[in-house]
């Protein structure tokens, strides 16, 4: 069973409730999106996560990207990364390590955070490969398909899968002359791969086994966007358009086998282009959630992405994305510290609740009213609690060092709302 399938029966489980009780609407209604494809709840039957909805009706979810590298390889740290994402805020989190002892790994983070877990397993099935002393290029892609039923087992409750790039598209994707050519990881390998080998992307070929496997965990599929733009130069070419095209067809087909399906975009690419993609994408993908990497706006800022992240990420959930990817500072250039993954997380906190403002979520609404209140009844400790970061703005006050409540050091004695206190 899947919460889809039991949705078209018209049955109300356990996770659905939970989700209806955490974003205020009516459970029969909630269960009518997930029937139609345009809410998922990833939950693997074997996991232990809170249920998270995704999707249209719903809040603007976060997921926050951890993970080793082949490079720097320290379990610890990660965890950490994964208990502070939780703590600021993150409704998900993704484990893209390519480090060693992979399966630990996923344990420790599991054990350590109770939020929805991604992955993405052609990561581990290259570090497979590697390990056996082969090129990328060589891999076996029943090592692929063990690597996703294993990860299944274990309690990943949705995974990301490149099976948009097809054969054909790679073929002229060598003719589109990109900038920036492929900058998805594991979409560099499949189109990798099919080149080499003149082979059909074996997650395409075999999507009907694909979806066997998501139905009998209820795994969320998230279909990558391999070919997504790398510069702005690249946002909405031919290959992004055709990739999402070639998704749409197997949104359908994933929704038609009752499995959970969201769709992956952009990317990088300007503010005039993003309500475009995001309607595009709605009605080629059949109404299925769309979870979006910032868009970046910007190609000029490394080193301040989370901020280029936030303001795509505003625009791209006001037109309709579900699901934001966190950018951090680190973005380009590193692995991200710990506190460049609270910047990205409270980040995009910014841009999902300005997105949840502007559609009219009461939920969203309430909490503004509340700090506006605050802020008039110059109740300090209300609007440390309310604000994502409770600490900085604290800290912040706390220099002021003022013997008044009623004023902070900007104003002063000058403050407006002081003066204007009781009359207005």
């Known amino acids: ?138 891999m076996d892609a029943d090592d692929l398909f063990k690597a996703i039923e294993n990860q299944a087992k274990e309690g990943v409750d949705f995974m990301t899968l490149h099976c948009g790039i097809t054969k054909d598209l790679v073929e002229k994707l060598e003719k589109a002359k990109r900038m920036m050519g492929i900058v998805s990881r594991g979409g560099t390998f499949l189109a990798s791969w099919i080149k080499h080998n003149q082979q059909e992307n074996p997650l395409y070929e075999n999507y009907d086994y694909l979806l066997e496997l998501s139905y ?57 282009q993003i309500k475009a993609n995001m309607e595009i994408q709605k009605t080629i993908c059949y109404g299925a959630p769309f979870y979006v990497l910032g868009p970046l706006v910007t190609d000029l800022a490394p080193g301040y992405d989370h901020i280029t992240g936030a303001i795509g990420g505003a625009i791209a959930a006001s037109s309709g994305a579900n699901f934001l990817c966190y950018v951090t500072p680190a973005e380009h250039l590193s692995l991200p510290s710990l506190e460049d993954v609270k910047e990205g997380v409270i980040a995009s906190k910014i841009a999902a609740e300005a997105a949840d403002v502007s559609k009219g979520l009461d939920s969203a609404w309430e909490r503004e009213r509340e700090m506006g209140k605050a802020r008039k009844e110059f109740d300090w400790e209300k609007q440390f609690e309310l604000a994502f970061d409770h600490s900085k703005p604290r800290s912040y006050r706390n220099k002021c060092e003022l013997d008044d409540d009623e004023m902070c050091a900007m104003c002063g004695e000058y403050c407006a709302v002081k003066i204007a206190k009781g009359d207005f």
């Open 216 to 272: 009998e965990y209820d795994i969320t599929l998230s279909l990558g966007d391999g070919l997504r733009p790398g510069c702005l130069s690249d946002a909405s070419d031919i290959p992004q358009i055709q990739e999402l095209v070639n998704l749409g067809g197997l949104v359908k087909r994933a929704q038609d086998a009752n499995v959970q399906v969201m769709v992956e975009g952009p990317g990088h690419m300007p503010l005039n």
């Open 1 to 138: 069973m899947t919460q889809k399938s039991e949705a078209q029966k018209g049955n109300i489980t356990p996770e659905m409730e939970a989700v209806a009780h955490d974003e205020n609407i009516n459970v029969n209604k909630l269960a009518k999106l997930i029937a139609d494809g345009r809410v998922v709840i990833p939950k693997n039957i074997n996991g232990h996560s809170k249920a998270c909805g995704i999707g249209d009706g719903l809040k603007t979810k976060i997921n926050a990207n951890i993970g080793s590298s082949s490079k720097i390889d320290d379990i610890e740290l990660e965890v950490n990364k994964a208990k502070l994402a939780q703590e600021y805020g993150a409704d998900a989190l993704m484990d893209l390590s390519t480090g060693s002892d992979l399966t630990t790994f996923r344990k420790k983070i599991m054990d350590a955070v109770d939020i929805t877990i991604g992955t993405v397993p052609i990561y581990e099935s290259g570090v497979i490969t590697l390990n056996k002393n082969k090129e990328i290029i060589d």
